[in-house]
């Protein structure tokens, strides 16, 4: 059974930065493309970036230049580094795989709220 834990996330003001982990208890972790998810309150889940096997990567377009995605195939971990908050981004970020409908179960997420 596949486990996904975030971690990272908190309180901070706009402006500020963060920046969120996600370990996942998977074989052959480097295989995957990994991608990080968020979910704001009253909103569906949105795919926010994706980092493929060799490393590349992709961001949906309102997080363009202010997030980062890697990932430590070492440590079974994928990384968002979060800088020039927005209080839009308040949401819970969640890691999985960039496929529709996941296979894996979800993590419990982490909260990040931006608000001064």
């Known amino acids: 059974q596949v486990q996904l834990v975030e971690s990272g996330g908190g309180l901070v003001q706009p402006g500020g930065s963060l920046r969120l982990s996600c370990a996942a208890s998977v074989t052959m972790f480097r295989f995957y493309a990994m991608a990080w998810y968020r979910q704001a309150p009253g909103k569906q889940r949105e795919l926010v970036a994706t980092?493929?096997?060799?490393?590349?990567?992709n961001y949906t377009d309102s997080v363009k230049g202010r997030f980062t995605i890697s990932r430590d195939n070492a440590v079974n971990t994928v990384y968002l580094q979060m800088d020039s908050l927005k209080p839009e981004d308040t949401a819970v970020y969640f890691c999985n795989v960039p496929v529709d409908p996941t296979p894996w179960p979800w993590g419990q997420g982490t909260q990040v709220t931006v608000s001064s």
């Open positions: 980092i493929t096997s060799n490393a590349f990567t």
